[in-house]
């Protein structure tokens, strides 16, 4: 049985080398690739300006808990939409990988959907890749702490952004918590708290559509009363 377990882990081990690029199957470095496109808003019917989009270089890998998978190596170049969503540049290959993808640079008033990296297939030609995001409203939460016991108050908001911001620890006075929002949503605003026992309770309140892109101040006042 142990000779038996031994090749399999021999077998599968030779398995997994064939699952993973070595510097052989490396593109050579100073490939030129044109990628262009434009970035649109088609929730507002907007175009996505000042967008910052990476090129980056992963290669094939192996690991025992997820099997093959892109590993990153290194970004490579970017770009910035301009006023009107459209990007056009050239990138080179690095000469450390074998797959090259574009993906947004992380912009709290934009939305990005769940769309992750986005494989180049046209290397050493052009490619043309569109891209479908939404403008967030940012909104300025101002709370007023009327004497509220059993601090820090975990705060949290579902969008797209900013699932949850900073505990609030003081227990009275002002504080100001800043995110962003679909500007067409409803949205709900949590805080919690523990009491001594380590019951859990929450307040909510509703935050209205903005229906707008501009900057909006919400301001809401939060007593004991308010948990349940």
């Known amino acids: 049985m142990k000779k038996i377990l031994t090749y399999s882990l021999i077998c599968l081990l030779f398995m997994n080398m064939k699952c993973e690029d070595t510097e052989e199957d490396y593109l050579p470095a100073g490939i030129e690739t044109r990628v262009y496109g434009n970035i649109y808003d088609s929730f507002n019917n907007l175009p996505v300006s000042n967008q910052k989009l990476v090129i980056a270089e992963y290669q094939r890998d ?16 970017s770009t910035i939409s301009d006023a009107n969503g459209n990007f056009d540049f050239i990138f080179e290959t690095g000469g450390m990988g074998t797959k090259y993808k574009i993906y ?64 609030i620890i003081e227990s009275n006075g002002i504080v100001e918590r800043v995110v962003y929002l679909f500007p067409n949503s409803d949205e709900t605003l949590f805080i919690g708290r ?17 229906n707008s892109l501009e900057d909006i101040i919400f301001e809401v006042t939060l007593t004991n009363d308010d948990f349940e």
């Open 194 to 210: 523990t009491l001594d026992n380590g019951t859990r309770q929450t307040a909510t309140f509703s935050v209205p559509a903005s």
């Open 62 to 77: 192996f690991r025992f808990d997820g099997g093959v998978y892109d590993a990153f190596v290194q970004e490579l170049d």
């Open 104 to 167: 947004p640079r992380h912009n709290p008033s934009i939305w990005t959907g769940y769309e992750g990296a986005r494989d180049i297939e046209n290397i050493g030609d052009e490619e043309q890749a569109d891209f479908n995001y939404s403008h967030l409203t940012r909104f300025t939460l101002i709370i007023n702490i009327d004497n509220v016991d059993f601090a820090p108050f975990p705060i949290s908001i579902f969008s797209s952004q900013n699932y949850n911001t900073e505990d």
